[in-house]
């Protein structure tokens, strides 16, 4: 689905860098499970630090991994000059966010030179299978020549 | 602007109690500062440990309190039988999530039966004052007869 | 992807029926192609009334198309007793809307007993070929028992 | 609350010249009513041509007359050499669109070199008073420099 091509051939060692230092995906336990062109996944454990009221995983943990696989499925496609950033997203929550592990899978849509379209889904692991719990649709952006943002 | 009335008098105990059983707010630790009707406020200090890659607080960190936020400002205007979910939300980042301090504002803008509509915003407090780094527009619902499902 | 079953064996012809009644579908001059469990699919020839100021279709009508092909997707999926109505949501626009013609297609993610997520994509009949210019992710809502609302 | 400075003196005279150049904004009948810096209203009076099966405003309607509201907001802020164009909106349905007569109200929430955010609401007209059925959070885009996109 991805509308974009790799113009930098060292994406993957880009990516698991920056990813490295994001401090907050340490903080949930996350790890990058995949860095293809214009895909990224991101696996996370259930952990009971990570919950809301009811003790499912919180709205704001689900959109954290989702948004960190759009973005760096975003950067997969950016020039070696572009750092990433994000601009927006919606998320949908379609049903409660129960399950012994997750994954969160995050495509580019279209890759433009400024803007990246993406979507993702957080797939949770339950028992009985494999359930998608929500959905994002976003907007990335590459940031050139800004002090202190490279990727 | 909130559209909508209190139908329970005890709505401030039951957000503080609701609150304080979301493990992850005080994982980011983040604090309860303004429960109104139709209105919630949580503080959040800085912390090196929910950073994104350029040391600006990640996007699902900003979206966590707003969601957070408001959620609670929805239950304040709910009845006592209803526990409240995310169904959705869109989030913009304005500008970077740098500063010491933040604060997320969460505001009912009508409160129906099922579905209440809220907006938010992301305050950071920085060195030259107060700026709005993102805002939130999204939906949550009461949640009635759901085991495992109150407020 | 829809998670959900026909519960109305009936259901096209109610989707046909509905969407005759749109008014607005009329004025565009768009067209149902398509109906089916959980997918509807709209046709729209290009019009020069239905143009932005750079002579592409306008954003809203884009919107218009997508919003009726993922609300009658959702009705395909609900109850006889259920009228359905747009709840929210959020449209990405990829490309300027240029074509001779143009495909909305709205599929369900999601078929709640009230809720119902959906995804859609503007398909642009261009002379190089089909390209998505649009997505969509939005909220369906099943009414039940209110003055003036069946389908 | 609009983040942005008027760049343009003449913003007023390019705003309804572009508007005028809207062939869709004729065709539902919307006007512009007020563009002020930051700030764009445009009025629609009710139709039977613009309807949902329900004979309320159709929602690609109500997004139609928020996005030219927000769209030129931006641009009212924008410098000469830009031409504006929608990324991406979301749209919360808060009521029935009922009502004799709708004004769309768009306005800058923070103004960037490319990007600009925006939050709109559609205010109807009722018998009983004015009421807002619908709200708008969305990202405009400044273009420069692509053949056919002036404004």
Redesign the interface.
Known sequence: MARGAVQDPNFEFRVRE??A????M??LGATLVLVAPGEVRIALPFN????????FL????V???L??ACGYAALTLMDPNA?V????????????AAGNRFVAVGRV??AGR??T?C?GELRAVQDEGEV?VA?M???M?AIRDRA??T?
Chains 1, 2, 3, 4 share one sequence.
């Not at 009971?48 to 003790?55: I, K, W």
């Not at 601009?87 to 409660?96: G, H, M, T, Y």
């Open positions: 920056s990813f230092r994001q401090t907050f340490e903080t009971a630090r990570l919950t809301q009221q009811h003790d919180h709205a704001g943990v959109t954290s991994v948004d960190s750092g950033m994000s601009v927006e997203f919606k998320v949908n929550l379609l049903a409660p849509v279209r400024t803007l379209a979507q998608v959905i649709q976003g907007t952006m202190g943002i990727d």
